[in-house]
């Protein structure tokens, strides 16, 4: 079971100054040139948002009120856990109407792979599973996930491993269960179909 604790990631500043960032997942892992990579990011001021050609993008706000982007002249109000998936290729710029906020940022290499994000809510009675290719990112309350698959069934209750605010887990075949009170991002990473 990988837990990805948010308190380890390492923050690298915006070129632009706007924010930092933390990658949460990246394949590949290292270097700038990836096929898809799940961030984090602080969003501090207001300006214009990285080129990405050729990158597909779903941002989250997952901290804070409000984000404001203009993408192509277009203003898109985005509210706190409503994903909005826009081009790395459009002009795009932000503005911060209510402060700082925090997103969930997604990008994926366009032709190469395709990405989903949705927002649930946890449960003590019902364990959500994390199937390989996904990331549940902890985004409000408390959450315990434990070992998926019949060995979870023998140990439900006992066992398991605590996450705090923005600890993420990653899918496998196994698929770890998280049961708790609050809200969790599942981010969905798969092979574009040709």
């Keep these: 079971m990988d837990v990805i604790r948010y308190s380890e990631l390492r923050p690298s500043r915006w070129a632009n100054g706007g924010g930092v960032t933390r990658t949460v997942a990246a394949s590949p892992s290292s270097g700038s040139n990836w096929d898809w990579r799940i961030s984090i990011a602080e969003v501090s001021h207001a300006g214009p948002f990285s080129p990405l ?3 597909d993008r779903i941002v989250t706000v997952i901290d804070g009120d409000l984000l404001m982007l203009e993408v192509d002249g277009d203003e898109h109000l985005l509210e706190k856990y409503r994903p909005f998936r826009f081009s ?6 932000a503005a911060l109407p209510t402060g700082n906020v925090m997103d969930l940022s997604v990008m994926t290499r366009r032709g190469g792979f395709k990405a989903y994000t949705t927002i649930i809510e946890l449960s003590r009675k019902r364990p959500h599973p994390v199937f390989a290719g996904q990331h549940a990112v902890l985004l409000q309350g408390d959450a315990t996930t434990t070992a998926g698959g019949p060995a979870a069934a023998t140990t ?3 066992g398991g491993v605590a996450l705090s605010r923005f600890d993420a887990v990653a899918g496998s075949d196994a698929a770890p269960e998280l049961t708790g009170r609050g809200f969790l991002a599942i981010v969905s990473i798969a092979a574009a179909e040709q």
């Design 88 to 93: 790395g290729d459009s002009a795009t710029d």
């Design 156 to 158: 439900s209750g006992t």
């Design 53 to 55: 050609p050729g990158i």
